[in-house]
């Protein structure tokens, strides 16, 4: 399966500051996600990245805190807006091809 | 959306023993995928299930796919600590390749 290259692995934040995250894939894919994820749980879908177009955000997310931009089928990043310490999580990009999702290697965000 | 229920959440138990995870549905899933997460990395597909009844092994893991392609479980055999991780099913939602995760289990294995 297709190879994603997620960075930052980790980052420590000031709160109301910014932080994007980056998602190389090493072929085309259809669709891309991303997700969020408290340690030891369960992944929660934040949005769609749909390409040339605006993401397709799952409800509770909102694209003025969580805004995502994919330029082509292998890129896409995540940005982090305004964060505060509720903001602390894992953030994973993710590709699907027949319906099996590969996955980045996450971003650990603390925000202090 | 199609929900994925999976138990135990939490097993802690010692190298050697056997144990089983569940992932239940009340939905039909065309196919669900079995996934383990370490710390600090993503979640990587250890076996996708299509057929109802299918049974699939991966050295000493065992998956089996419900007759009615509603549930699925997950049998490892003489546990090492190595298997210890974070174990999720997940399959697409509805008409969509949006793959629906269960809750997770987590699986610590003592030496």
């Known amino acids: 399966s297709a190879v994603i290259s997620q960075k930052p692995s980790r980052d420590i934040c000031q709160r109301g500051t910014s932080l994007t995250i980056q998602c190389q894939v090493d072929?085309?894919?259809?669709?891309m996600f991303w997700y969020r994820q408290q340690p030891g749980q369960s992944l929660t879908l934040i949005a769609t990245?749909?390409?040339?177009?605006?993401?397709?955000?799952e409800s509770g997310f909102v694209i003025d805190k969580f805004p995502i931009s994919r330029p082509n089928l292998t890129f896409s990043t995540l940005t982090v807006s305004n964060m505060s310490p509720e903001d602390s999580s894992i953030y994973l990009c993710?590709?699907?091809?027949?319906?099996?999702?590969?996955f980045g290697q996450g971003t650990r965000l603390t925000v202090v | 959306t199609q929900l994925l229920e999976q138990s135990p959440q939490f097993l802690s138990i010692q190298e050697g023993e056997n144990l089983t995870v569940y992932c239940n549905s009340s939905s039909v899933f065309s196919s669900l995928q079995w996934y383990r997460q370490e710390p600090g990395e993503g979640p990587v597909l250890l076996v996708t299930?299509?057929?109802?009844?299918e049974v699939k092994k991966l050295k000493r893991l065992t998956f089996q796919f419900g007759d009615a392609r509603k549930d699925s479980s997950l049998h490892i055999t003489a546990a090492q600590p190595g298997d210890t991780g974070l174990y999720l099913c997940a399959g697409p939602s509805g008409g969509s390749y949006i793959p629906t995760f269960g809750r997770g289990t987590s699986l610590i294995v003592h030496p």
């Open positions: 072929s085309q894919v259809t669709m």
């Open positions: 990245a749909n390409q040339g177009s605006e993401a397709t955000y």
């Open positions: 299930v299509v057929t109802g009844g």
């Open positions: 993710s590709g699907v091809d027949s319906s099996e999702a590969f």
